[in-house]
């Protein structure tokens, strides 16, 4: 009899020392968000996950973390060592190799080029670097006109870039001239994003998502909700205008004229520059936001739709099935496409 | 009566409430003498050190207050850990030069550095479990120590698009 008993007793005490330890939430659970956040393509990136034990979570955080500062090393045209940086530094009007990898990102940046009949280009690294916007120290007024228009004069448009696949499946690049230089920034994110993503699925986790800088792109949902995502007032940056319920497979990347500018004699210049023109696009827009599942390509739309405006951009975004976009104007009026998921918020 | 009762009980039939209580009680009784007849003085002794370890676990959790340290990464390695519970004026060298990191009443902040946009200053006082604060040029993140864990059902954002 009392053998019987003492054999309760250790169980017993066990579970009442998991009981407390749950209570002062001392165990790791899997039914709440997990987060971390990183300094990485020049912003912040957080990634959170739901759904799997914080062990696991910790470590499918770090992989991805660990994926994106190796895709950040490639294409980054920055960075020293980078891939990008070596072909930019490389001579002009020759094919030189590429990997597959940035070539594929290429040719995916070079669709959107096309698509939008050249208001998108990632050849506009030697512009970019003019304008400085991407610079520790960026400037404060712009830069002398006769610059720009030499650039704009030197600048092939949609012969500025381009990519070949040769019979042994290799590929090559090449740069028409001096006025051109790869710039990868508008697709880079969405792509590191995706790739980010596939390595959490690979480590098991079906429900996350990644915030870079505010491009972000969910998987999953948070058990039975889905993930509330806010839209930033393109003007009030503490205010959120709106609010999209995200589940499955979403991104949604945004472009603005607000994340990096200077204001010079009452007229702001913004870092989304206009390939046609060698100035921050003037299209009547303030912010662009594109829904779609392939945050890479969606990454390039947005800018592409703010360059071109809303009457021209629609139609692009038409020819891009299963994306959707909403358009924010100067005076704030909005335009979306039909599938933009969003709920306005009382302000 | 008592074990007609008792299983009455277990099902929620039957009884009234103060027959019910009285069983309930009676049993809790019982089963506290069984177990105490059961026990050696190694199992009294396995309570009382469980006791006294659940004990010091509350009083543990009691005392360490949420976020009271914040870790500071350069270029996402840790080169800092800071009290929050201590007042303190931290220097540090970034990429743009010398960063200071002020710790008052238990929050933390970037208190002066050259930057251009300063959007590390701007964001002020952080003080919560998981809250982030940077100065991306400086490659300078600080962030409360403690997994920024929201509940399923919370109303904050999981992302801000922008």
Known sequence: ??????????????????????????????????????????????????????????????????????????????????????????????????SEELAKLVELGLRVTELSHGAFSVGLQPLTALWGFSSD??????????MIAAWL???PALQAVQLRKNHDGAYQIKLQNDSVGLDLGAVGKGYAIDQAIAVLQQEGVMNAIINAGGDLRVIGSKGAQPWRIGLQNPREPEHIVSQSLLRGNVAMMTSGDYE?????????????????????????????????????????????LFVLGAKEGMPLL????????????????RVQSKGFVVDWLQQ | MVNVCRARALLLTGCNSEMWYSTWYRAVGEMLVIVNRAMTALDRLLVLLTAL???????????????SRAVVLLDNQIVRHLSLAEDSLT??????????????????????YDSPRMIGSKTGWIQNRGAVLACIPCGILIRIDGAAENKADDMQWDGVAR
């Open chain 1, 137 to 146: 120290q960026p400037r404060s007024e712009p830069p002398p006109p006769a």
């Open chain 1, 318 to 333: 038409a020819a891009v099935p299963g994306s959707e976009a909403l358009l924010i104007d100067l005076d704030g009026q």
């Open chain 1, 153 to 155: 004069a030197a600048y």
């Open chain 2, 91 to 112: 220097e540090l060298v970034g990429h743009l030069g010398m960063v200071k990191i002020q710790v008052t009443e238990g929050r933390i902040r970037l208190l002066e």
């Open chain 1, 260 to 304: 990096r500018y200077f204001i010079f004699e009452g007229k702001r210049y913004h870092h989304i520059l206009d390939p046609v023109t060698g100035y921050p696009a003037q299209s009547g827009l303030s912010s662009v936001s594109v829904q779609g599942q392939n945050a890479s390509l969606i990454n390039g739309l947005s800018t592409a």
């Open chain 1, 1 to 98: 009899m009392n053998s019987t008993y003492r054999l309760y007793i250790l169980p017993v005490l066990v579970a009442l020392l998991l009981l407390i330890a749950l209570y002062l939430d001392l165990l790791p659970r899997s039914n709440t968000v997990q987060s971390d956040t990183r300094l990485a393509m020049g912003t912040l990136v957080t990634i959170s996950v739901w759904g799997v034990p914080q062990v696991k979570a910790e470590q499918a955080m770090q992989k991805a973390f660990m994926h994106i500062a190796r895709l950040e090393e490639v294409l980054a045209w920055q960075r020293p060592s980078s891939e990008v940086r070596k072909i930019n530094q490389d001579s002009r009007g020759t094919w030189l190799p590429v």
């Open chain 2, 53 to 67: 370890t659940i004990l010091l676990l509350v009083l543990w959790i009691a005392w360490q207050p949420k976020g």
